[in-house]
Structures are given as C-alpha cells and as structure tokens.
C-alpha cells in the first residue's frame, strides 16, 4: 500500500504566477487535511477536505488560495498569483475516516518556492 | 479553540541519555488526542506517539514514553537510551472533533556522542 504521495517535490515560481500542489492519499482513505509550514515554524492546518467537500477552510487565507478534492483524481492546493511569503512548505496528510479519526498519514511535502 | 506550547526551542543530550520535552495545551474538545511527531532533516512527518485524552494509563512507544497529566493539560515527552538517530525537530499536536491538527512550535532535539 503506498504512503500518501505528493507532487512536485520542489515548485519554483515567480511572482504573480500559479502554483498547483497535489496529494495523492493512500488508497482507500477518502479525506485529506493540507498544513502549511513557513521556515522555522510549526505546521499550521489550511483546510480540510473530503470527496467533493471542503468541509473546514478555517485555515485558508481568503485570497489566492483554493483547494478541491475530486471525485477522481488527486487532491489540489492552488495558490494564484504567488508572493514571496507563499514560500514555505505544504504538506498534505491523509485519513481513512473522518471525525474522532486520529490516523493521519503525511506526505513527503513540497517546497514551494517564490522568487 | 486549540492551543499547544512548546516552551523549549532546543533540547541537547548524550547519547543513551534520557531527554524530556515538554508542551502543554488548551482545548475546549471533551474528546481529543495528542500526538508527538518527528521531523528529521528530510522533512517528512513521522508519528512518533500518540495518547487518547480519555485513557489515563500513558503511552508507551518502545524508548518513547509520555506523562499525560490531564488536568494541568501537559503532555511530555521522554527519549530514553537516546540515540543520534533522534536528532530531528519533534512537534507536539493535538486534535478536534474533526481530526485537524494544531502543532506547537517545536523543540530541536540534539544528540552528541
């Protein structure tokens, strides 16, 4: 069974480009949380998802970021029109059930950089 | 709401020494857990120990050990015989209803032959 995948592993972007994170989780496991961890910093929860539900974005900041979970697919963190304090690193965990569900698996994470 | 506090940003020891980190926490959450995780140079996440808030006996993990102290909200972290494939950043998080996690801050563990 394989862990929870995510690609790229590195990002680098301009300002005021795109930048496209996506998890894939672990089979079976139909619910994903993306943190973000800045340099330095503890990781901090950005949104929660579950097949075609955000379910808690209360970590999202509310302009430029965007996250889905499809149906099919892996699941997607898009960051629109980067900045240079968008470099930090994501990581995607993955559970196979929600509520009362301690099992989070993480990702290896990417490292988005701006320049 | 969930905080947790990691109060010590680096914690040195020997080899085959014991070392405890300490972090505390507040929730609002009735039932919750908490976790300690390692993270090594490579960034990647690893679960180190987990505890159910509801259980009172505290978990043990192989030279892992943690001290839940639930009314004073406390969760330490003992490594004992620590070895230098300790050295990593080790957070410590709890959980909400909805599994979201809230990390503190970390404490760099440094081990020295």
């Known amino acids: 069974n394989a862990g929870v995948m995510q690609n790229p592993r590195h990002l680098v972007r301009r300002r005021g480009q795109e930048a496209r994170l996506r998890c894939s989780p672990m089979k079976g496991h139909s619910h994903v949380y993306w943190y973000r961890q800045l340099p330095e910093e503890g990781l901090k929860f950005m949104v929660y998802?579950?097949?075609?539900?955000?379910?808690?974005e209360s970590g999202m900041p509310k302009e430029r970021f965007s996250a889905e979970f499809p149906k099919e697919g892996p699941s997607i963190l898009r960051i629109q029109q980067v900045v240079r304090g968008d470099s930090a690193a994501y990581f995607c965990?993955?559970?196979?059930?929600?509520?009362?569900?301690?099992?989070?698996?993480f990702g290896p994470g990417t490292r988005l950089t701006v320049t | 709401a969930q905080t947790v506090t990691q109060s010590q940003p680096e914690m040195s020891v020997q080899e085959a020494e014991t070392v405890t980190l300490s972090c505390t926490y507040d929730?609002?959450?009735?039932?919750?857990?908490l976790f300690w995780y390692k993270q090594p140079p490579s960034r990647q996440m690893i679960l180190v120990i987990r505890q159910e808030a509801y259980k009172q006996q505290n978990a043990t993990e192989n030279r892992f050990s943690v001290n839940f102290q639930k009314a004073a909200k406390s969760f330490s972290l003992k490594i004992s015989d620590s070895q230098l494939g300790d050295a990593a950043m080790y957070f410590c998080?709890?959980?909400?209803?909805?599994?979201?996690?809230?990390f503190g801050a970390g404490t760099q563990v440094v081990v020295t032959p």
């Open positions: 998802l579950q097949k075609e539900n955000i379910i808690d």
């Open positions: 998080a709890s959980t909400d209803s909805w599994g979201k996690l809230q």
């Open positions: 929730t609002s959450e009735s039932d919750y857990y």
């Open positions: 965990a993955s559970s196979p059930r929600g509520p009362n569900s301690y099992e989070q698996y």
